[in-house]
């Protein structure tokens, strides 16, 4: 699909997520500005019956017309952990979302994706902005997967603390051997890691500015965005509604407001303290003669190190009011 702005051909692309405030940011994102072709769903935030309404509910909002295939309902092996704490009972409290326009797609995402792809020749880019269990089992049972799949666009990890334990973040603490199966692929990956993404975020003049711009979307995404910003100070004591997985999804619109680094990235599956703790490697130390010093492998990732949080807010703003705009006039030309 062409960009009506530039013309240019719009990088196509599916996203694996647990809807989610900033998850409804993400789909947004990626359907205003890539060719999004589908939207899985896995727990995460919430149930997977619930974060698969949500994506519903957020695509019958924003007009979004894509299939949405239900995910996993727990990790690979292990208890289910959910995000209810930041995100309340529905998994994204605070926002009134209409009913959902369409019914998921009951194929396991394993089948659904490869004969998509396959069928029709396509190859994709992946966002990923929730536990990767989705993205592991599709790996693990399509051997053809390298040759579709460029690339996978993360939201996890971080290179600093955790949020779940000083070590582990939410999306790999949820499923440490499904994020372990993701980073040993051998496909290009992208990490945005909470070092990055709790530095950029809506602070209360962002969403009341949103709130003013008056369309629907607008309002139902700023009233979702007050009640992530209120657990947010609550929780953490940080005053603003954080943009975790647009950033996912931004390192393909605008990847220029971020600084990145090649890393080995490694997965922790053991530590009594480290489960879940994504070990950047950035030493670069290729010496094959040293004794005591562990050599580097190979980068397998490029990870956010830094990014332009204000640029980023502005747009992911700019991008829901012009989704406002778009809706408007689809409504004024009869077109709903
Ligand atoms: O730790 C932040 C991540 O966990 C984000 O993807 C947020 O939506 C939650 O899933
Ligand atoms: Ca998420």
Same mark, same amino acid.
């Given at each position: 699909?062409?960009?009506?702005?530039?013309?240019?051909?719009?990088?196509?692309?599916?996203?694996?997520?647990?809807?989610?405030?900033?998850?409804?940011?993400?789909?947004?994102?990626?359907?205003?500005?890539?060719?999004?072709?589908?939207?899985?769903?896995?727990?995460?935030?919430?149930?997977?019956?619930?974060?698969?309404?949500?994506?519903?509910?957020?695509?019958?909002? @924003? $007009?979004?017309? #894509?299939?949405?295939?239900? /995910? %996993?309902?727990? +990790?690979? &092996?292990?208890?289910?952990?959910?995000?209810?704490?930041?995100?309340?009972?529905?998994?994204?409290?605070?926002?009134?979302?209409?009913?959902?326009?369409?019914?998921?797609?009951?194929?396991?995402?394993?089948?659904?994706?490869?004969?998509?792809?396959?069928?029709?020749?396509?190859?994709?880019?992946?966002?990923?902005?929730?536990?990767?269990?989705?993205?592991?089992?599709?790996?693990?049972?399509?051997?053809?997967?390298?040759?579709?799949?460029?690339?996978?666009?993360?939201?996890?990890?971080?290179?600093?603390?955790?949020?779940?334990?000083?070590?582990?973040?939410?999306?790999?603490?949820?499923?440490?051997?499904?994020?372990?199966?993701?980073?040993?692929?051998?496909?290009?990956?992208?990490? @945005? $890691?909470?070092? #990055?993404?709790?530095?950029? /975020? %809506?602070?209360? +003049?962002? &969403?009341?500015?949103?709130?003013?711009?008056?369309?629907?979307?607008?309002?139902?995404?700023?009233?979702?965005?007050?009640?992530?910003?209120?657990?947010?100070?609550?929780?953490?004591?940080?005053?603003?509604?954080?943009?975790?997985?647009?950033?996912?999804?931004?390192?393909?619109?605008?990847?220029?407001?971020?600084?990145?680094?090649?890393?080995?990235?490694?997965?922790?599956?053991?530590?009594?303290?480290?489960?879940?703790?994504?070990?950047?490697?950035?030493?670069?130390?290729?010496?094959?003669?040293?004794?005591?010093?562990?050599?580097?492998?190979?980068?397998?990732?490029?990870?956010?190190?830094?990014?332009?949080?204000?640029?980023?807010?502005?747009?992911?703003?700019?991008?829901?009011?012009?989704?406002?705009?778009?809706?408007?006039?689809?409504? %004024?030309?009869?077109?709903?």
């Amino acid at each position: 699909m062409s960009d009506p702005d530039s013309g240019a051909e719009r990088r196509r692309i599916w996203i694996d997520c647990d809807p989610g405030h900033d998850d409804a940011l993400a789909i947004i994102l990626a359907h205003e500005h890539l060719d999004l072709i589908g939207i899985s769903t896995v727990f995460g935030n919430q149930s997977v019956d619930k974060t698969t309404i949500n994506a519903l509910s957020i695509s019958a909002l @924003a $007009g979004i017309d #894509v299939p949405v295939v239900r /995910g %996993a309902a727990g +990790p690979l &092996i292990g208890k289910v952990i959910d995000g209810s704490d930041v995100h309340g009972k529905t998994g994204i409290d605070g926002a009134e979302l209409p009913p959902p326009r369409a019914v998921p797609v009951e194929a396991p995402l394993a089948t659904y994706l490869p004969d998509l792809l396959e069928r029709n020749g396509w190859s994709i880019d992946l966002i990923a902005t929730g536990p990767l269990t989705n993205i592991a089992n599709l790996l693990t049972d399509w051997p053809n997967a390298g040759r579709f799949i460029k690339s996978i666009s993360l939201m996890g990890g971080s290179t600093e603390n955790g949020n779940v334990t000083p070590a582990a973040e939410l999306n790999i603490y949820a499923d440490p051997e499904a994020a372990k199966v993701v980073f040993e692929s051998a496909i290009p990956l992208i990490m @945005a $890691g909470l070092n #990055v993404t709790t530095t950029v /975020g %809506a602070d209360q +003049p962002d &969403i009341d500015m949103l709130r003013q711009s008056g369309g629907r979307v607008a309002a139902a995404l700023s009233g979702m965005l007050d009640f992530y910003r209120r657990r947010q100070i609550e929780i953490y004591d940080r005053h603003i509604a954080p943009f975790h997985d647009p950033c996912a999804v931004l390192a393909f619109i605008r990847p220029e407001l971020f600084t990145y680094r090649p890393a080995h990235v490694a997965v922790e599956t053991s530590g009594e303290l480290t489960r879940g703790m994504t070990v950047c490697d950035f030493r670069m130390v290729h010496s094959q003669t040293v004794s005591h010093i562990r050599p580097s492998k190979p980068a397998n990732t490029r990870v956010a190190v830094a990014c332009a949080s204000r640029e980023i807010v502005d747009f992911v703003i700019a991008t829901i009011i012009e989704t406002d705009r778009r809706l408007g006039e689809r409504t %004024a030309g009869g077109v709903n």
